[in-house]
């Protein structure tokens, strides 16, 4: 069974720092293009970051030099630390991978969601 399983969510105050984890059943990170998204109460699901199989991220201009999204491929696991934490970060966070026969160079065409984290960033 292919599926995504996220974790590492919680709730900090401002400027404070969560690690989350997305780990891959069924299916090898390291040949996807994987991405974070999140999706606020009320609004429309955004992408947050992507990282390729060669390594290459791309951040949404939020959370551009507080997020840094990287990948241990021997554990087939997707990991985004997040720093300097805003409550306008507060948001359930997911976990997709596009397949490599698709550009990775848009938040576009993704899939194989997981069931999210939830994040909540107090003030």
């Known amino acids: 069974q292919v599926q995504s399983v996220e974790s590492g969510g919680g709730s900090v105050q401002s400027g404070g720092s969560l690690r989350l984890s997305c780990r891959a059943s069924g299916y090898t990170q390291s040949s996807y293009c994987m991405g974070w998204f999140r999706q606020a109460p009320g609004k429309e699901r955004e992408g947050v970051a992507r990282?390729?199989?060669?390594?290459?991220?791309m951040y949404a201009d939020s959370v551009k030099g507080r997020f840094t999204i990287s990948r241990d491929n021997a554990k087939n696991t997707l990991y985004l630390q997040m720093d300097s934490l805003k409550p306008e970060d507060t948001a359930m966070y997911y976990c997709?991978?596009?397949?490599?026969?698709?550009?990775?160079?848009?938040?576009?065409?993704?899939?194989?969601w997981g069931q999210g984290t939830q994040v909540t960033v107090s003030s």
């Open positions: 997709a991978a596009k397949s490599y026969q698709l550009a990775c160079n848009t938040f576009l065409s993704f899939a194989n």
């Open positions: 990282i390729d199989r060669n390594g290459w991220t």
